[in-house]
């Protein structure tokens, strides 16, 4: 790196990646991963060929070929265990934004700026909220009723599908 900008791009890419784009990708995953249906994480058969035993099973009932097909059953609670630990919050979690030391730098310059960049997470999870309520944005109001928490950066403990924690200390 030769310049301040070229520093501040690799710190922000940094920041983004174990941050956010991780938070976002990690703490999703249960709503749709929490079904083993939606994402078995196995399959004990390869496709049937056509006029096979395993093809004529499959078309008479497929529920029942599919049911064969995915992960038994104490590998799927194995399976179900981890994505739920791993996409719950710790009580004693701390999110961007946030410090758990008050007195982490004596530089006011410093303070100042995660100061605004707070102000600035907040901001942006006020909009998230406002758009979520929006019925002119026909994706966040559908069948389900499920609003995209998935980057708001705050959240409380347990499986909320939301929050972004503070995985780097500077």
């Not at 690799?10 to 249960?30: E, K, P, R």
């Not at 758009?131 to 609003?147: A, S």
């Not at 995209?148 to 924690?165: H, K, V």
């Amino acid at each position: 790196m030769q310049t301040r900008e070229e520093l501040v791009e690799a710190c922000s890419i940094v920041i983004w990646t174990a941050s956010a784009l991780h938070a976002a990708v990690n703490f999703g995953q249960y709503p749709y991963g929490g079904l083993i249906l939606n994402r078995p994480t196995i399959s004990r058969r390869f496709m049937p060929e056509k006029g096979s035993a395993e093809y004529e099973e499959l078309k008479k009932s497929p529920q029942k070929a599919l049911l064969r097909t995915i992960t038994p059953k104490f590998q799927t609670l194995i399976d179900l265990s981890v994505i739920e630990i791993l996409s719950r919050h710790a009580s004693d979690e701390i999110y961007l934004g946030e410090r758990d030391n008050p007195n982490w730098t004596s530089d006011t310059r410093a303070l100042e700026a995660f100061k605004r960049f707070g102000k600035k997470l907040s901001e942006i999870e006020k909009k998230l909220s406002e758009r979520n309520n929006d019925e002119k944005l026909r994706n966040r109001h559908g069948p389900v009723q499920m609003p995209y928490t998935l980057l708001f950066p705050s959240s409380d403990e347990g499986l909320t599908f939301r929050g972004i924690p503070n995985s780097i200390s500077i």
